[in-house]
């Protein structure tokens, strides 16, 4: 083996031993430096840093970062810096990066504490918006805008657009008949403006006439009342007279009802008789007894918004109910039926036995019948009813559950018009009952 290739095979291996350790050791530099004192801040995301990253504070070199690991789904960042670095207490740690497309690295933003950190302080560490995330977020509002576009072209269908073109059709179509009116009738109005223009005039006129007269009269007045002031003395004479008699009857009256007191004459001894008082209060006991079923009433209010799935609609309500007797009752409402625009009535009575409560009469405009069952102290209830027996399709049949999760609040639940397949259809809802 000649000399020349010795000592290319030794150089060679000298690079490769070299090299390897480079990658191994990753920044030879800090062999070299004097350890510092490590201070660690806690982000949302690491993105982008690696160890060994610098750590500058005012774009001067002022550590590195030693380590890199996870906390509770946040990155705790470990730095070490240099000796003799001094940083505020109050200072934060963000990321930055060289340019654009450069490396990452963590940029200390001093504060303004004249205390300074010391071996393991805790920086407030804040992740700044980096390139991925702006990217992120422009492919995100990308994405929005494409769903919106197409949303807007699902909407400007075909039929949308012949609509709107017959709108725009009909309004031009009216724009010039209108204009062709004004241009047959255009003398016609203008002699009507004159005509409101003299009415006008006319009135004015006729206002200040008024107004003369008004003070004509004014002024009559006051000559009449001059004249006749001798007059309004002897009726204001009257009028104390008649003032002073009646004090005097009150004083009469005064001094029977003291009488009346004392149980002198035929009206004290009839209020003071025992007899005439017991009489009394059995005849008021006896009108309780009469009034008691009306005392008795009680009243609700429910409004009640549903909403159905598949037809994407709401239906409002209000009811009312009458409770007679803690049996007997009669309810009542008005109910928006979104599937003909219109508002349907209903009027039913019923009857309460055990949990158990039956309905008859008039469901949204139609005879029907329904059945509920209460439970949980009134605040769970399932219900069935049928109306519309003469309906083409078929009767209509309704089952639904209510639950009050509050005192005047309660969440409904149900399936309509059940007995069809075409028409079924789940709803749900939310009512404000008042008692």
């Known amino acids: 083996m000649s000399r020349e290739l010795r000592i290319g095979i030794f150089v060679g291996t000298a690079v490769v031993i070299l090299a390897a350790f480079i990658f191994v050791v990753g920044d030879m530099s800090v062999l070299f430096k ?26 001067v070199a002022v550590g590195f ?13 470990t730095l070490t810096l240099y000796p003799g670095v001094e940083i505020p207490k109050d200072s934060k740690a963000t990321t930055a990066m060289l340019g654009l497309l450069g490396e990452k690295y963590l940029d200390i933003i001093p504060g303004d504490s004249k205390e300074n950190i010391g071996p393991g302080g805790e920086l407030a560490g804040e992740t700044s918006v980096g390139i991925e995330r702006i990217g992120g977020l422009l492919a995100s509002v990308g994405t929005e805008v494409r769903d919106a576009g197409g949303a807007i072209k699902e909407m400007l269908g075909p039929q949308t657009r012949e609509n709107l073109n017959r709108a725009l059709e009909n309004l031009a179509a009216v724009s010039t008949g209108l204009k062709d009116l004004l241009g047959r009738n255009e003398g016609d109005i203008r002699e009507a403006v004159r005509g409101a223009r003299g009415a006008f005039q006319n009135l004015d006129k006729k206002a200040e006439e008024v107004a003369s007269g008004l003070r004509d009269t004014i002024a009559l007045l006051k000559d009449v009342a001059a004249e006749n002031r ?34 002198e004459g035929t009206l004290g001894r009839i209020i003071h008789d025992p007899e005439l008082y017991t009489k009394a209060e059995q005849t008021l006991d006896d009108v309780r007894s009469a009034a008691k079923p009306f005392t008795s009433l009680r009243g609700r209010l429910d409004l009640r918004a549903d909403y159905f799935g598949r037809s994407a609609l709401l239906r409002a309500s209000v009811l009312g109910g009458l409770w007679f007797t803690p049996r007997l009752f009669v309810d009542t409402g008005l109910v928006r039926d979104p599937w003909e625009t219109a508002f349907k009535f209903s009027l039913t009575g019923g ?39 003469n309906r083409p399709d078929g009767a209509h049949f309704r089952v639904y559950s209510r639950f009050s999760p509050a005192k005047h609040l309660y969440v409904v639940a149900g399936v309509d018009d059940f007995s069809l397949a075409a028409r079924r259809e789940f709803f749900f809802g939310l009512g404000l009952e008042l008692r």
């Open 65 to 77: 970062i030693d380590d890199i690991r996870l906390e509770r789904r946040k990155a705790r960042i």
């Open 230 to 263: 001798d007059n309004l003395k002897i009726n204001l004479e009257k009028i104390k007279d008649v003032l002073g008699k009646m004090e005097e009857s009150l004083k009469l009256l005064n001094a029977s009802l003291e009488k009346v007191g004392r149980g």
């Open 351 to 389: 009857y309460r036995f055990g949990n158990f409560v039956s309905r008859a009469g008039l469901i949204e405009s139609e005879f029907g019948l329904g059945l509920d069952y209460r439970a949980l102290g009134e605040a769970l209830s399932l219900s069935a009813e049928g109306f519309d027996f």
């Open 34 to 59: 004097k350890k510092g004192y490590a201070v660690t801040a806690l982000f949302d995301s690491a993105e982008g840093l690696e160890k060994r990253a610098v750590v500058k504070m005012s774009g």
